[in-house]
């Protein structure tokens, strides 16, 4: 029997504003009322940017305290928060590393270009990841392109990062080399990866990816129709359009328990 699929939210991004679409969630009560919406249509993942005094992008460890505090008291535990590590222009490594051992989120998804580029970034980001396992965080790391995920198990190899597998976000279409099929020619990406794509192909390539072992990500980060082309009213709408879609295909849904449980590094 197939396992369940984590459905994940990700339900503003780093450069989307309320003129892209006036159900965008900025502040921490929008986050909220959006957490509990979605988790209701059927996420157990909430993958969460904040923004700062002037709306843009922020790693801002306080920000981000204030925004996962607003949807607990909202949602309670009914949703994995995991916040972004992503530069969108304004950070560099150390400024991203630092952030995320300051906070150090229950969840948080690392960018491998971002973080791994070259032996000493791999080195220092391996520091960090071997801190969140030893605190018990749920890292996550976003994979771009096919070198990515070669220029990881380098590291890995050399030591550099932890000998574990860890859950993989790939990123469909940001690359024309960033297919599903490039990625699963790469070998195994892992017992838990998950899948997002941009636009209009949001829905039917998380679909095909829950299809092959997936899990999925869908949200205004990534766009905001649905899939007749519709624009949808809020980030539920996108949940439920994948949760609907996934039952019909015969899927089970995780919960927020089931969803912490998978997203667990594997020894290997």
Not at 105 to 133: K, N, Y
Request: glycine share 8%; net charge neutral; proline share 7%.
């Amino acid at each position: 029997m197939a396992e369940p699929v984590i459905v994940a939210v990700a339900p503003n991004g780093a450069r989307r504003t309320a003129a892209d679409h006036p159900a965008l969630p900025l502040t921490p009560e929008a986050l909220a009322r959006v957490a509990v919406a979605c988790a209701a249509a059927g996420a157990c993942l909430f993958h969460l940017h904040v923004r700062d005094a002037a709306g843009r992008h922020s790693l801002d460890p306080g920000r981000y305290r204030e925004a996962i505090s607003a949807i607990r008291e909202a949602a309670g535990d009914s949703l994995l928060i995991q916040v972004t590590s992503e530069a969108a222009g304004r950070y560099g490594s150390e400024e991203q590393r630092d952030s995320v051992r300051t906070l150090m989120p229950e969840a948080v998804s690392l960018a491998i270009r971002e973080l791994m580029p070259d032996r000493d970034q791999a080195r220092e980001t391996g520091f960090l990841l071997r801190a969140l396992l030893e605190a018990g965080c749920l890292p996550q790391l976003i994979v771009y392109h096919p070198d990515d995920l070669r220029r990881y198990r380098h590291w890995q190899a050399e030591g550099l990062v932890p000998a574990v597998s860890l859950p993989l976000l790939l990123v469909l279409g940001r690359f024309p080399e960033g297919t599903l099929e490039n990625f699963l020619r790469e070998g195994s990406p892992g017992p838990n990866w998950m899948a997002c794509a941009f636009g209009e192909q949001q829905l039917p390539a998380v679909l095909d990816a829950a299809a092959k072992g997936g899990h999925v990500r869908v949200g205004f980060e990534n766009g905001l129709a649905l899939p007749d082309g519709r624009r949808a009213p809020g980030n539920a709408a996108l949940v439920d359009a994948a949760a609907r879609a996934l039952r019909s295909r015969g899927r089970s849904l995780a919960n927020a328990a089931t969803c912490r449980a998978l997203m667990r590094p594997v020894a290997m």
